[in-house]
């Protein structure tokens, strides 16, 4: 945060060499004619910019070298305060007249900001109602930094500044004590003579007299157009106007009934204030050295003699303009007697040197500037800041380094998103999303973790995904390699039942031959299931649909042979009857090849053409974070095909076995068929939206939850009843039985 003065803002030093003041020219109807022919080489500014900048605006023109205090300070520390990584959080500008509304303003501003650190480029009096209103508010905990047009101002060190205050760091000009000064000043006495006007109301209020020349009392009083008394340095200056708030009973006698009469002889040495203090004199010593800057060039354009008989004599009647005086003064270059080299640099600027100065309460309560670290421009790169921080009293009085931020730096695992037409270290934290990490504290993106890895839970590095397939050993691959055995075991069990029965009539019917093939198939089916558990790996996967389809077209074979016997049968009445001798057991086995090869070829086509394989499926680690091992099928329609082949040879099944349904109860093994088929259908068809919508292992779940279903179904309704009738009531396993003649 930044406070100036409008269009007043200060520099980096307080006297410069710079033919930039010729942009301030005003025009030739502006310019007053009186000052076309003068003599006036050049011009030392004063310590404020408001007076610098109305005599640039005059007398620019001329192209007199004058000191220039850059308007554009404000911006110039903005812009390198940034390029450093800071944040210019708001800017507010103090008006050339401020109503109190608009000190007001700038004090909510404050008031209400997590800014702590605020940077001024202003003056004493431009700042002092402001802070006589943060005051009243009793505004705290705001760490200044000050500018050195404020920074040694004595006017802000009063008590009831203290609290707001107190901690004050900033540049200053480095202090010095100019030989002879204090003399001068001692024995400077008033006089009615023009130019003695400041003198003369200083005498005033410093012995609390009136000064008569003439027998007539001083009109300074009167005037009372003066705003400030200025001692010999800006730190040393107290504000005297009627407008201030600082009114006390010497105001009161200042402008009230007369006082004793000055003899114009009383001893200044005898008082104290700041005006005999020159201890430590910052402006006077830069308007100093700009007075010797202006010697040397003139010493160096005429030609002055620095040794020898003519020492000091100088060609003094010698003319020059200005512009040929600013082009020695710009190659000055000198030690003065505080062995301070002085000397401009292309742009016409002067080495910066400051003294960082803190304001700190000393025993008696009263703020004192102290030096606590310094500013060279001269020395070498990372030697110019000098500090020392245990030195610095804060804010308040603390010696922990205030923290001015608007927003805090975003920890590890997340990232800062800006706050729209906030500045840019006004930011949101938001956490990184799932695969994505930061592991810096500040981080402004997240980065994305590599193809296998995934963000751990604090998102703040990338960890080898962890993998996922339906294995053996969790509770799912478990139960189904349970249903896989029973399965397993049932259909041995009734395998080995229609073996020990095989020439019992219920078990020779529709050719026991097909019927052991139809268990195998089954069989087949079950032990197909286990292919799809575990870790896929290629053999797995080429294998695990191949087996499945062949399995299963070799059972709906089997039923598609039986159907066709049953509606044989169905159709001459008798099973032994000349139908049934048409369609024997050649033709049967001829017909389950025959429905059975384009299965094969389609499987080894497509095994050859464009085999399956295992992959790390990353799709799904945005979702629940984990990488699926699962087969690719980089061919999905053989997949389709596959299954609408079996679904093909399942419809003529359930349609056969359909029309074959009115056969005699005790001859029922069309019905049963389609109690299998009906299963069999229902399983498939809900199978396909539950295959597409599972996720990684759990579509491999459902895929064998298919088959396991299916199979069960066929099983079941093919075989159970039959083993029923052999082993609970073998009264009914005889040929009478099978035809129907049999009498319950």
Known sequence: MNLTNKKEQKGTEGWKSDDRAQTLSTTVAE????????????????????????VAH???????????????????????????????????????????????????????????????????????DLFLELTRRNVTGIQWVASEAWVTASLLTFPNFHSLLEGTLGFSFPGVSIPGLKDFLLNIRPSPKPGMEFINMFWEEQFGCQLMFDGNVTDENEANTLNYISSSDSQNMSIMTKESSFKGPFYEQLYAAKNPVCTGSEDLSLTSSS?????????????????????????????????????????????????????????????????????????????????????????????????????????????????NDIKIIWTGGQSQVPVSQCSAPCPPGSRQARRPGRPQCCFDCLPCADGEISNQTGSTECIKCPESYWSDKDKVKCVAGVEEFLSFSETMGIILVVLTLLGVILTIIITVIFHQFRTTPIVKANNSEISFLLLVSIKLCFLCSLVFIGQPSAWTCMLRQAAFGISFVICLSCLLVKSVVVLFAFRANIPTSKGLKLFGPSQQRTMI????????????????????????????????????????????????????YIGLLAFVCLLL?????????????????TFSMLIFWAVWISFIPAYVSSPGKFSVAVEIFAILASSFGLLLCIFVPKCYIILLHPERNIRKGMTGKYNR
């Not at 006036?40 to 408001?50: H, Q, T």
């Not at 359909?658 to 068929?673: Q, Y």
Request: net charge neutral; aromatic share 12%.
């Open 593 to 644: 090849f025959c429905t059975t090869t384009p299965q094969i070829c389609l499987c080894v086509g497509w095994l050859l053409g464009a085999p399956p394989f295992p992959i790390r499926n990353p799709a799904y680690q945005a979702s629940y974070g984990k990488i699926v091992l699962e087969c690719k099928e980089p061919w999905p329609l053989g997949f389709y095909l596959l299954l609408s």
């Open 657 to 673: 076995a359909f029309l074959g349904r009115k056969l005699p109860d005790s001859f029922n093994e069309a019905k049963l068929i």
């Open 58 to 128: 005059v007398l620019g023109s001329f192209n007199i070298p004058l000191d220039d205090y850059s308007q554009y300070g404000i911006q110039e520390f903005s812009n390198h305060f940034r390029h450093r990584g800071g944040c210019v959080a708001f800017h507010l500008t103090i008006p050339k007249s401020p109503t109190m509304a608009e000190f007001q303003e700038m004090a909510d501003i404050l008031q209400i900001s997590t800014v702590h650190v605020v940077v001024v480029f202003a003056t004493e009096g431009q700042l002092l």
């Open 31 to 54: 310019t007053p004619r009186c000052l076309s022919g003068s003599p006036i080489p050049a011009v030392i500014g004063l310590a404020s910019s408001s007076p610098t900048r109305a």
């Open 275 to 387: 005006y005999s203090d020159v201890s430590q004199v910052r402006i006077s010593y830069n308007v100093y050295k700009a007075v010797f800057a202006i010697a040397h060039a003139l010493h160096t354009l005429l030609n002055c003699s620095s040794a020898g008989t003519n020492e000091g004599v100088c060609d003094k009647y010698k003319e020059f303009t200005s512009a040929q005086l600013l082009y020695h003064l710009k190659k000055g270059n000198f030690t003065n007697q505080f062995q301070e080299r002085v000397y401009f640099d292309t742009n016409g600027e002067p080495v910066p040197l400051y003294d960082i100065i803190n304001w700190q309460k000393d025993s008696e309560g009263k703020i004192r500037f102290v030096k606590v670290g310094g500013y060279d421009g001269s020395a070498p790169p990372g030697q110019q800041l000098r500090i």
